[in-house]
């Protein structure tokens, strides 16, 4: 079994010396390192990290926050792992997938990531509904208002095109395009 560990900074100025020290000190074999927002999607070292690892090995992180994008991603990424074989350790918060009581730590970190994200949809139905039943309606403000609508179609009665209407207005071709077909819609 060998331990595998991967250090992330997140810009140029930020030293990885003391994720890499408590690597070092937690025994691992190899360290693989990113430079670069967790936010980022591909991260070079975590791959290599990723693609090195076999059946037996452990993955090491200072912190559960060098790992994952976010919590769904971590959860994920640890799933992965622990489906090749592969364990998942953060010293920091001392969660060690391949003891039983590791398992059940991070489980529950995933089945209260899941629960916020359920209550964060429900919360959001709820607003909606009840300002629905207030009579507004969520979504950007329309750029076309009724006073640049009607001095549009003057415009366009002028013998303007609708690119040049728009132009006159200050709004997208595009915008006012819709709003004369949304126009046409209602009068029918």
């Not at 529950?108 to 916020?116: D, N, R, S, V």
């Amino acid at each position: 079994m060998a331990l595998i560990g991967y250090v992330r900074v997140s810009t140029a100025t930020q030293d990885g010396a003391l994720q890499e020290d408590a690597l070092e000190r937690a025994g691992c074999d190899k360290i693989f390192s990113d430079q670069m927002s967790g936010a980022q999607s591909e991260r070079p070292g975590l791959s290599e990290a990723l693609a090195y690892l076999r059946d037996g090995d452990r993955l090491v992180v200072w912190k559960l926050d060098r790992l994952g994008r976010s919590l769904p991603h971590l959860i994920s990424t640890v799933k992965d792992l622990g489906d090749r074989g592969v364990g998942f350790q953060s010293l920091t918060e001392g969660v060690d997938t391949s003891t039983p009581n590791g398992r059940l730590v991070f489980h529950i970190f995933g089945a209260l990531a899941q629960f916020e994200r359920d209550l964060i949809g429900e919360r959001t139905s709820a607003g909606l509904l009840a300002a629905a039943a207030r009579g507004r309606k969520g979504g950007r403000r329309a750029v076309v208002t009724p006073e640049k609508l009607a001095r549009a179609k003057v415009l366009i009665a002028e013998g303007f095109n609708v690119r040049e209407a728009a132009g006159r207005i200050k709004v997208g071709k595009s915008a006012l395009y819709r709003a004369l077909a949304g126009e046409t819609a209602k009068g029918d």
